[in-house]
Structures are given as structure tokens and as C-alpha cells.
């Protein structure tokens, strides 16, 4: 049995989610990462546009796609006082310049001000070591609520 801790639950608790990302390619998911920052009180409406062109800068570096439908999008911007996180799903699909080569449907974004040099890679961590498993991304990829997202998460292997 491998479950997600509980300080993985108590993080994914105050994540920002999108159980359906609606958009077609990789800007567009990184718009509507943005967006959902907006909406969610994480960024001033004002900054929107330069949480957007962190995300967008991070990935002209390298791409964040990894394998398995994952990607992980991660900027450190001041247009936070603090991390960030948001999962969005794609159960289609959208082009990630992913490291298998395949689309991405599973977005871990994460936003954290520049002084902060490591929750985001804690953060990361919790959530990818749960996403190596197919039945928890496939219980993820079906969460249609924040509820039904951690207790994907806790699935068990």
C-alpha cells in the first residue's frame, strides 16, 4: 500500500484545481493556468500577464512535459507571496513537448516568489512519486472535484 501522506492531502487541500483545462495547446494551457491563479485569489487580476510570462519564459528554458501525461509547470514570479499550486486536467490531451513524446493531461503548475527556493520542489516531489503509479493518475484524470482529486491521491497501488 503506498498513500499519499498526509501532508501531501493538507497541501493538495489549498490547491487551486481545474478539472477541465479546455485548451489545445501548451500556451493555451499556460493562459489558463494563469487564468485559474486569477480566479482562485492566488494573483491580482492586474499581474496576470506576467504570471503568464513566467510560466511562459520557464518553458522557452526547457520544457516541463515528463512522460506518462504529466507535465509540471513551475515559475518563481513576485506576483506571489507565497507557493502556489495548481493541478489542471486535460483527459484528452493537449501537445506538452512532454519527454515521451506524448500529450499531456495531468498539469502540477506551482508559482513561488523568488525567495522561496525549495517548497516547490517539495511540493513536486509528494505529487510526482504519486503520478509514477497509472491507477492514481488514472483516478486523477477522473476527479471532477477537489475532494475527489486528494482522495485520488490516496489511492492505493
Known amino acids: 500500500m503506498n498513500d499519499a501522506s498526509p501532508d501531501l492531502s493538507a497541501l493538495l487541500s489549498k490547491t487551486l484545481f481545474v478539472p477541465a483545462i479546455g485548451a489545445a495547446d501548451k500556451p493555451g494551457v499556460l493562459a489558463a493556468l494563469a487564468d485559474a491563479a486569477v480566479s482562485g485569489g492566488a494573483v491580482e487580476p492586474a499581474r496576470r500577464d506576467e504570471v503568464l510570462q513566467a510560466l511562459l519564459d520557464r518553458e ?24 502556489v499550486t495548481l493541478v489542471a486536467l486535460a483527459p484528452a490531451g493537449v501537445p506538452f513537448e512532454s519527454l515521451d513524446g506524448e500529450p499531456a493531461q495531468i498539469f502540477i503548475a506551482t508559482l513561488s516568489p523568488p525567495s522561496d527556493a525549495n517548497s516547490h520542489i517539495r511540493f513536486l516531489a509528494l505529487v510526482t512519486r504519486q503520478l509514477n503509479n497509472r491507477r492514481v493518475r488514472e483516478k486523477v ?11 485520488a491521491f490516496a489511492a492505493t497501488v
Open 60 to 83: 522557452e528554458k526547457m520544457s516541463t512535459g515528463m512522460q506518462y501525461g504529466l507535465a509540471i509547470p513551475h515559475a518563481k514570479t513576485d506576483c506571489v507571496g507565497g507557493l
Open 141 to 151: 484524470l477522473e476527479a471532477k472535484t477537489k475532494d475527489e482529486l486528494v482522495a
